[in-house]
């Protein structure tokens, strides 16, 4: 077939997507507040999902103190605990890693990296953030209602989560749910922005094929969320209308004290569906943005190109794609068609081989590379290690008849703490580090980040890898105390001590790390432009902090992808992105760079 | 990958040349303004919310135990002492598919830079907009006097009325606030935004006769979904 390239002279193709205009507000408030720029706007995601993420780590410290030393403080007893399972666990998923992934490193990255002036419609943008902040508040004043925040688990599963005895029943249930419908809204304004300014506002020369894996990441993530969220939404708007209204979509008819329910003829099935076609790809929306991280990552401090770029691509789409036919493997447990576990048994499996593809390909481009053991790369290991270990727990929930006795257990907990918990945050934390000198101007400060990591990583081995043996046993999740239970075995008390130890000293660490952001904000050592030597237009501007409009004057052309990375024959082992052929310094003029 | 530019896989036939269509710089869709690829991305987000919806609808009432009310009898009509099925739902189904009509013709017009036509077209449109509303208010009206409650009615299986009062308002809600739209539209039309290309009042975007288009697209979405929900309510 025909291959036909543009002639030597014309490199960059003809200029198609036009010059946007920036509103340039004057004052602090317009600059900080009602910012329109993407990356205030991403700091401000970035800060709000912190703040709102330490509180759901006290929440855990909480119920770590109670299964660890059960009843020493009196403050919590059953229903709180189940109080606290819940919002920990929907902060994090939702209000923490969401958020930050898309709503804080995708404003960021997402122009920065395809040479965009800002998302497509800033003004949306914004609205998204202030939003988010809304649907924020509105859950945290479930601590504060009568009869405090919901705690039917953070999978809301009725018919209990609107049942009389649920703590929360009811104010607290219903400002979850409202939360809830309120954070897509503002996601959906922020999710378009990404989409349409990945796909429709690169700058020249940078195709589809020439961004960087992370954009990829959190692209694919972001069409994900957009379909996955309207499940959650209608699950969301009928289970109020239950609440509320006295309607039973998902509500049957009960016996409570010898009285039947108001509901008649309801399926719990129903919101379970619903449930889980969002909340499975969700497990995928907080792990693809951290795979297309972690690339970059690699990549940029083992100074090597990113082994299989294409591969990498379509298993990022492909994992996308399945991600929407597996749901039901959350269902086991619930009654369903031995077919129905068989075939989605069969996707979830299907799932592992571009995932393993992708792993893979992370540790062919470590080996043999030029490994600096920069933080962000201690913290790109971290997850790999933590990622692996987890998918392997994974192969063993999604098989039905392994499955079955391990429902509810620890061991679940300890799974997907390790996968879509510990991993992600790890990513987090390394990409806080790679990327905090672009933001500030300032390096973060390499010793207390070690001590940080190593706490953290090791920590957080003690923390779940117990939990699968005690999964094992039968403990069972979701507890508030184990009674007098003859399967248990006297041991886990001590293991969960231990647990406990380890988890509070983790969370020392973040201090740890909060103060290292702070400090370093103004202390740190002056970063420059591209401290990381790194090839990706971020590193490129002009500006370090990038101004409004990230780019300057001009908008930088790209010539090549984003891992030329110790190119044979070039002087520099790396050559950015928007470095022209003819600007490329080689060491003999007979050798071309690598040829791709 | 090196110094050159990347193939131009776009000459190359059939698949092939499909993805490289899409991965070329700078834009997957060529010479397709931003708002429109946003509007379309944001209808395939509303295609699955409006999809959970009717699924759900459709896994409760295969669920339900209790009979399912007849769609021709509780949506008949009196007329002159004779029940007519489907009348009210007709006229409304004819009203709101030819307002699909008057905004493509809007559209047309405005990319013909006729101002008042334009304008006119779109108040047009939104007229047939309100009386669908209207008549959906009055619809709604006749069964809450009939009987029929979210939480109960007459004729059997209570998720009936829980279904059609959430869809049938979910997608009045869409109706009503395209109505918002297209008189926000159609004043901007009037008084020359679009032509002047003055900027918004929130956003600080400038008008341009495109905006037409992306909003007919809701338009016409709006509609599309409503033929869904008819044949699911009125026609099963
Ligand atoms: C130091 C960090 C963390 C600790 C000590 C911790 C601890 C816990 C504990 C004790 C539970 C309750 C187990 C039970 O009684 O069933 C739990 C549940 C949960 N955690 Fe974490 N967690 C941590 C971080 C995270 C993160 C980062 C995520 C983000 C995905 C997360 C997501 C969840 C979820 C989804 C649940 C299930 C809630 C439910 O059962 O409804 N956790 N965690
Ligand atoms: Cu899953």
Known sequence: MGEREYDASSYAPPAEVEEMELPHPKGFFGKYVWSQDAKVIAVQYGLTATAIGLVALVLSLLMRLQLGFPNSLSLIDPGSYLQYVTMHGMIMVVYLLTAIFLGGFGNYLIPLMCGARDMVFPYLNMLSYWIYLASVLILVAGFFVAGGSTGAGWTLYPPQAISPGTPGVDTGIVLMLVSLAVFIVGFTMGGLNYVVTVLQARTRGMTLMRLPLTVWGIFMATVMALLAFPALFVAVLMMLMDRLIGTSFFMPEMLSMGESSDHRGGSPLLFQHLFWFFGHPEVYIVALPAFGIVSDLIATHARKNIFGYRMMVWAIIIIGALSFVVWAHHMYVSGMSPYFGFLFATTTLIIAVPTAIKVYNWVLTLWRGNIRLTLPMLFAIGFLFTFVNGGLSGLFLGNVTVDVPLSDTYFVVGHFHMVMAVAPILVIFGAIYHWYPKITGRMLDETLGKVHFWITFLGTYVIYYPMHFMGLEGVPRRYYAYGETTFISDSVQSLNAVITVAAFIVALAQLLFLFNLAWSYFRGREAGSNPWQATTLEWQTPHTPPRHGNFGKALPIVYRWPYDYSVPGVKQDFIPQNVPPEAVERESDTRRGGER | ?236
Request: glycine share 10%; proline share 4%.
């Open chain 2, 1 to 236: 990958m090196t110094d050159r530019m990347p193939r131009r896989l776009t000459l190359e036939p059939g698949w092939r040349g499909m993805v490289g269509d899409l991965a070329s710089d700078q834009r997957a869709f060529k010479k397709v303004p931003w708002s429109k690829v946003m509007m379309w991305a944001f209808l395939v987000s509303d295609v699955f919310i409006f999809a959970c919806f009717l699924v759900g609808y459709m896994m409760a009432r295969i669920a339900s135990s209790a009979p399912w009310p007849n769609a021709s009898e509780v949506f008949a009509l009196d007329v002159a002492g004779r029940q007519v099925p489907l009348l009210l739902i007709a006229i409304m189904t004819f009203i709101l598919i030819s307002s699909s009509g008057t905004m493509a013709l809007a559209v047309k017009c405005g990319y013909e830079r006729r101002r008042f036509a334009t304008g006119g077209l779109l108040i047009a449109t939104a007229l047939l907009g309100t009386i669908f509303v209207g008549m959906q208010a009055f619809e709604w009206t006749k069964l809450i006097h009939e009987g029929v409650r979210p939480w109960s009615n007459p004729w059997g299986a209570e998720q009936f009325g829980a279904a059609f009062f959430l869809i049938t308002g979910f997608h009045g809600t869409h109706v009503s606030v395209g109505v918002l739209f297209l008189v926000v539209m159609a004043i901007k039309v009037l008084r020359g935004s679009l032509q002047a290309g003055r900027p918004g009042f929130l956003t600080g975007r400038r008008g341009r006769y495109e905006m037409v288009e992306t909003l007919g697209l809701y338009w016409h979405f709006v509609d599309l979904v409503w033929v869904f929900i008819f044949a699911f309510f009125y026609l099963w």
